[in-house]
């Protein structure tokens, strides 16, 4: 078999994209949403998707562990295999307008996806990520069944829940990508606290008052 050809290194805003992906991928470990090799960041920059490699633990990558693929999955940087979730990360860039996406093993969002097939709506801001966030059906990781269940979870929200697996989260930059996976991670923890209350159950939002969070959301933070 010929040996792939040497892939030309990277350019300045690819660097500094990774060193991001770099950051953000050891920050998911740091937080406690990623063990070991159980997750993946990506980032796209034009045409092409600069994600971690398959099996090196998020706390240990580097500068030299840069992956870029196309969108058609051809490597085109480095010489690490990419993530086995590849055909997950492909599908959202080719279907949405994502510029970054986080996905995790996160312990409580793992555990509400094997009870539910949407989060409860438990605190308004579910409406920060489209409304209340689906479950994928499951599907053997790395599949293309499994991004295809993700795909239909992700129609107008921008994260969902994989079955017996974990999350998925995009954004427009790592950043929101990342927040987004730490508020959804949250709002199940909040959700699971609430439930193992004997004899209680817990008040949930209705879609009435998450629309009125939605629009109340569009104009928080900072403006200038």
């Given at each position: 078999m010929r040996a792939r050809e040497q892939t030309p290194g990277p350019d300045d805003r690819t660097a500094r994209t990774w060193a991001d992906v770099v950051a953000t991928a050891r920050r998911s470990t740091a937080d406690g949403l990623v063990v070991g090799t159980s997750g993946n960041v990506s980032a796209r920059v034009g045409d092409v998707v600069l994600v971690t490699p398959s099996g090196v633990p998020c706390d240990r990558l580097g500068p030299g562990d840069a992956v870029g693929v196309d969108l058609d999955g051809r490597q085109v940087l480095g010489e690490l295999a990419p993530t086995s979730e590849l055909p997950l990360h492909l599908a959202v860039y080719r279907n949405t307008d994502a510029a970054a996406i986080v996905h995790t093993h996160a312990v409580h969002a793992t555990a509400v996806s094997t009870l539910v097939t949407e989060v409860p709506p438990i605190h308004y801001m579910a409406?920060?990520?489209?409304?209340?966030?689906?479950?994928?059906?499951?599907?053997?990781?790395?599949?293309?069944?499994?991004?295809?269940?993700?795909?239909?979870?992700?129609d107008g929200r921008t994260g969902c829940l994989l079955q017996n697996h974990g999350t998925l989260t995009y954004g427009a930059t790592l950043d929101q990508a990342y927040d987004r996976t730490a508020q959804l991670e949250w709002m199940c923890r909040v959700w699971l606290t609430a439930v193992t209350v004997p004899g209680r159950t817990p008040s949930l939002l209705s879609p009435e008052r998450l629309a009125e969070a939605a629009e109340r959301l569009r104009g928080y933070g900072q403006r200038g």
């Open positions: 409406a920060a990520l489209g409304g209340p966030l689906r479950v994928a059906p499951y599907a053997l990781y790395g599949s293309e069944e499994l991004a295809h269940h993700a795909l239909r979870a992700l």
